[in-house]
């Protein structure tokens, strides 16, 4: 997997060190990646539209309406 080089602010950092801390995670790296792989996996799931609210749908004929 190719490396990508980001720089971070001192919010960005520390929002990674919170996050590694909470998830036990070995490094500020693997936080940083757990944290872009759930936002991929949050974007793919919004764009096939997994997790929306489905209704069912009533499969009565329509009434013609006279023009």
């Given at each position: 997997m190719p490396e990508h080089t980001i720089?971070?602010?001192d919010?960005?950092?520390t929002l990674i060190e919170r996050v590694q801390q909470q998830?036990?995670?070995?490094?500020l790296e693997a936080a940083a990646e757990w944290l872009v792989k759930a936002r991929l996996r949050r974007a793919a799931?919004?764009?096939t539209g997994r997790g929306r609210a489905l209704y069912l749908?009533?499969?009565?004929v329509a009434p013609v309406v006279p023009q």
């Open positions: 720089t971070l602010t919010a960005d950092c998830r036990g995670l070995p490094s799931r919004t764009s749908v009533d499969r009565q």
